[in-house]
Structure formats: C-alpha cells, structure tokens
C-alpha cells in the first residue's frame, strides 16, 4: 500500500470531494484521482461510491478508512521520533568509562554532554579495559573508554596518552629523588589493579623488559584504596599524572617515572569497526574531539 495514495483516499473523505482534497495536498485534481484509483486497483475493492456530486464510503472504505488513518498517525509519529533522534531531543547512549580516572577526566565531559542533550538518556558502565571492551563487542556498550586496543575490530578516536607518576611511601628510600626510574622499584611491591585493567599488563610488560618481576603488594580497582595502602607503607604504585596528582596526601610522596618513556596511560573511545554509530554517540564523540588531548587542557 503506497502512503501517498492513502493519504489521497483520506483526505477526499475529509475534505468531501476531491477538488477539496487537492487544494489540501497541493496536487491536481487528476492526481488525486488517479491515486484513489490507484488504490482501490491495489485493494481490489472499490472504497467509494458517487453519486452524483456525492461519495458515499462502501464497507472496504470504512474500514480502510479507519485503519489507514491509524497507519497514516504511525507513520507520522515514526517520522517524529526519528527526527527527534536526529535532532537529539531524544536517544540513548550506552557508554563505557575507566574506573581509574573518572573525576579526573571523565566528570566535566560527562557533566557537559548532559547539559547540551538533557533529553539523552545515557547508560553506564565502568570498569577496566577489558570490561568495556567486551562489551562493546557484544553490542552491549555502543562507545568505551579503554586502554587503546591495536585489535582492528574496533575503531577509535584518540582521547588521552598520559604519563605515570609513582606514588611512594613518605619514608621510603626514594622519596626524595626528583623523580624513579622503573628499574629502581624493583625491590618495592607494587600495588597493582584488578585483573581486568590492561594497565597491568603494560606495566608488568615493562618490568620484565627491565630485568625483573615485581613483587605483589595487592590489587584494587579503586586508585583512592591503592593510594590509601601506599601511605600505609604497603608499596609503590603507578597511576597516570592527572589522577596521582589529586591523590597525593600525607603519608604519600608523588614522583615522575622517568623511564622507560613509553609507558603510558593511553586512552581512546572505541567503538566496532563498521558499527552504525547513533547520533547520541556521534555526539559524545563530537565533544571528545572539540575538547581536544588532554595536554591541550
């Protein structure tokens, strides 16, 4: 059934003729014509009778008459409501973010998409590299912040590459260096994250690639605990700058790690190659890229 010979039909019924119907759809009156024709050809039912100057709607017309202006309100209302997609007035957005991080650099991003789309609704999820991953393959998660992944499958917009400090013990024995090398922890457990954290594995990457493997002091997912447990003595542990920075507190000593150099904290939003990407996400993606890297902030 062709929509536009469904409306032709309805408005000749509510406008009583069709010159009436034409002057309403701003189409000749042999157009009008032909899509009712049209239609009933279609139907195989013939919707009015004409008597005269008069139509008269036959039993097929009432009830397509009845039903085709419910369909006629749907397609409307579905028109609507993807415009309002498109136009942002309303949506979702199923987003993943890093634990670690969170006030340090997701809050005033988070905060400022909320302002702007007030009518997105915005699904969260946080946890460590691996999590958001996963789910953003299953479908799951639409867009993640993760550790950024070298597996093709997924695309990426480049959001942060920060360097680690270390955070140490006020009394341990490189506390007042300018700043460590990673080679001169080795004797320090360190404080690790959760397992599902890729941080960990670039971290105990490079601990190998400098002769030894650290000693476990013990894990957490929250960068407050692991800072908690270095004032009291338990260890050593690297977190990026701009999140060290807000945990330094008494008891604990920030430094720089001063090599090796490539040990970052680099972060991306990804999202499945090929994937069709919402206007809420390309939206979310849109503020990440006018923000701009983290070192320009």
Known sequence: MDFKQLRSFIEVVNR???TQAALTLHISQSAVSKQVAQLEADLGQPLLERQGSQLHLTAAGRIVLERGEALWRGRQALLTELDDLSQ???GELRLGLPVI???ALFASLFAEYRRRYPNIGVQLIEGGSRIVEQAVRSGELELGGSVTPSDPAFARQPFCNEPLDALLPAGHALAGRDGVTLSE???TPF???DRSF???DKLLSACQQAGFTPKEGGRSGQADFLAALVAAGQGVVLLPSVVARRLQRDGVVRLP???PDHLRWDIAFIWRQGAYLSHAAQAW???VRERGPLADR
Do not use: H, V
Request: charged letters at 15%.
């Open 16 to 18: 009583g003729g069709f």
């Open 88 to 90: 942002l007035a309303r």
């Open 101 to 103: 991080g969170g006030e």
């Open 185 to 187: 922890l080795a004797d």
């Open 191 to 193: 404080l690790l994250y």
């Open 198 to 200: 890729m941080l960990n």
């Open 257 to 259: 790690l001063l090599a």
């Open 285 to 287: 993606l849109d503020l």
